[in-house]
């Protein structure tokens, strides 16, 4: 058992990490649930599996605790009762960080009652508190997603309220949101961001985004969406780190233009791409080619095939055959390219506003877009801001079972919708996480 003088000294670290506790055996798919959304909306966690040194010991679970952690879930399942470390180390350690007012304590209730209720008393009961220390106020149900959901927002309220002050007192103006969707689970790093959001790739070394990993950048954007409605309009989103062009576009669709609030982005070469006007674009900036190609369906069909290429090394061909390939067919096909090798940032807003006024001059009668984009992260994620009012198919240039580059369906986005992302495609070229969840 953990030195009561232990437990008394451990103190947050309101720049650290959340604290997942569980049982391996029966709350292994809930921890790796509620850790990915946590990670998708912008949270650093810490679980045993990834961040535990070799010989666990109560020793380094102690130091963990005591110093370096920020907020706690407690995933309490039937089994828990027989694991000596929570009972003995974990849960005395976030009960006492918990009485700090600034520590987010979450138990997750997985014990269930009949009518697809939990027992609210088995968190004291099964971790031998001695008091209705874990009542029903920080508890949640994560038989049900929406119990997942408010733990989540719980925790990320908390993060929230620490940014606010915390850029109060730095005095600043923008909040910064780290952004990665090629970073596993395991990796260890240092805290990039007032938010760090990190949806899971591939379990391989395919480098290609997750099935899983964009289903929680689903649940997650319409929470973050409403965790940065607290900040004042003059405040600006500024969006570090890379990721995969499809969920930028998504993430790009959070932030719409009909929002009065500037967004930039600062890309891998320290560069600054802003949604403020700042430099023109000249006039052979883009060009456009428009084609009407014949589909297997008569008649209009309210779909056209767009492709922005902005990048030295255009994927045209690949373009062609997802066009030719569709069963449906399209009324357009639209390409938007550059003449120039090197885009420069400072064109950034105006740019990306002529790039999605050539798509709304051949999409006056707001046909679904099937959008490919091809080019820098931080203008896809421009571009996503300004497609306002239209449904995007959004594809992701794939490796095939076959070995060959194509464009996949990926992502439905409504731009400014509540929830942008409305729907991952179930595309077999997409990657896997391998991390189990519940099945509901």
């Known amino acids: 058992m953990t030195d009561k003088s232990v437990v008394e000294a451990a103190k947050p670290n309101l720049e650290g990490t959340v604290f997942i506790s569980y049982r391996r055996d029966d709350g292994t798919e809930y921890a790796n649930e509620i850790g990915a959304l946590l990670r998708a909306v912008g949270l650093r966690i ?22 370096e952690t920020s907020g706690g879930v407690l995933i309490v399942t039937p089994n828990i009762c027989e694991s000596d470390m929570v009972i003995n180390t974990e849960a005395p350690m976030l009960c006492r960080l918990a009485k700090d007012s600034n520590f987010p304590l979450a138990v997750a209730n997985a014990v269930a009652i009949a009518g697809g209720k939990v027992d609210y008393g088995a968190p004291d009961e099964f971790l031998r508190t001695g008091s209705e220390t874990l009542g029903q106020s920080n508890q949640f149900n994560i038989l049900d997603q929406r119990g997942i959901k408010d733990l989540v927002v719980k925790l990320l309220h908390a993060r929230m309220l620490y940014v606010n002050e915390k850029m109060q007192k730095e005095i600043r103006d923008t909040i910064v949101i780290d952004m990665q969707s090629r970073t596993p689970p395991s990796a260890i790093e240092n805290e990039n961001g007032d938010l760090q959001i990190r949806i899971n790739p591939d379990d391989g070394d395919s480098g290609k985004p997750s099935k899983q990993g964009l289903e929680d950048l689903k649940i997650a ?10 900040l004042s309009r003059n405040k600006t989103i500024r969006i570090t780190g890379g990721m995969h062009l499809t969920p930028a576009l998504a993430v790009g669709a959070a932030f719409p ?5 500037n967004v930039e982005v600062l890309d891998s070469r320290n560069e600054l791409w802003r949604s403020e006007r700042d430099v023109d674009v000249p006039d052979d900036a883009i060009k456009t080619q428009v084609k009407r190609p014949y589909g297997k369906v008569e008649g209009p069909k309210n ?37 120039y090798k090197n885009i420069d940032p400072r064109w950034a807003a105006t740019l990306s506003q002529r790039i999605v006024d050539e798509i709304r001059a051949e999409a006056a009668n707001r046909p679904e877009i099937h959008l490919a984009f091809h080019g820098p992260v931080a203008l896809a994620i421009l571009v996503g801001r300004l497609l306002n009012t239209y449904k995007i198919i959004a594809y992701e240039r794939l490796e095939t079972a076959s070995g060959r580059s194509a464009y996949r369906p990926t992502l ?20 896997d996480d391998r991390l189990k969840r519940p099945v509901r």
């Open 412 to 431: 439905k986005i409504d731009v400014g919708a509540v929830a942008p992302i409305q729907e991952v495609f179930d595309s077999s070229a997409l990657g």
């Open 46 to 67: 810490w679980r045993d599996i990834y961040n535990m040194p070799a010989g666990k010991t109560p020793e380094a679970l102690e130091k963990v605790l005591g110093e």
């Open 257 to 261: 233009v009909t929002k009065p609030r």
């Open 303 to 339: 779909r056209i095939a767009v492709m922005v290429s902005m990048a030295n090394t255009p994927d045209h061909e690949i373009f062609d055959r997802m066009v030719e390939k569709d069963e449906l067919g399209f009324d357009k096909r639209i390409i938007i390219s550059s003449g």
């Open 221 to 230: 954007l319409p929470l973050v969406k409403n965790a940065l409605e607290n």
